[in-house]
């Protein structure tokens, strides 16, 4: 069993930083590719940023572009995501997830929530104006 906890949510002001972390559980996690979606107040959950196992490749969604940034150490078996700027559109549940190991990470398999084998619980991030 493969489980996903996220810290470091909390409340900011705009224009303030977060980082969250996913700690994954066992060695296994050092071979998912990890992903963060987050959902906001009556949405649906958005791709956010996305990891290669080795964190050669990174993606990002649109809004996140510039200013957050996705990382791993997998000496940790930990995710991170650095959000700087932040906005109160940013406000939102954020999860990570592990992406199936069959799957290759790439723009099309990225965003299908689908291709996630494991999700953790959730870290609330609140922005506020």
């Known amino acids: 069993q493969v489980l996903l906890l996220e810290s470091g949510g909390g409340l900011v002001q705009a224009g303030g930083s977060l980082r969250l972390s996913c700690a994954v559980s066992?060695?296994?996690?050092?071979?998912?590719?990890m992903t963060w979606f987050r959902q906001g107040p009556g949405l649906g959950r958005e791709f956010v940023a996305a990891i290669s196992w080795n964190g050669a490749d990174t993606y990002y969604q649109g809004s996140a572009k510039g200013r957050f940034t996705i990382s791993r150490d997998n000496a940790k078996n930990t995710v991170y995501l650095q959000m700087n700027s932040l906005k109160p559109e940013d406000t939102a549940v954020y999860y990570c997830?592990?992406?199936?190991?069959?799957?290759?990470?790439?723009?099309?398999?990225?965003?299908?929530?689908?291709?996630?084998?494991?999700w953790g619980q959730g870290a609330q991030v609140t922005v506020s104006s």
């Open positions: 066992g060695s296994i996690g050092t071979v998912f590719a």
């Open positions: 997830a592990a992406l199936s190991p069959g799957l290759p990470l790439n723009e099309v398999t990225m965003t299908g929530q689908h291709n996630y084998v494991y």
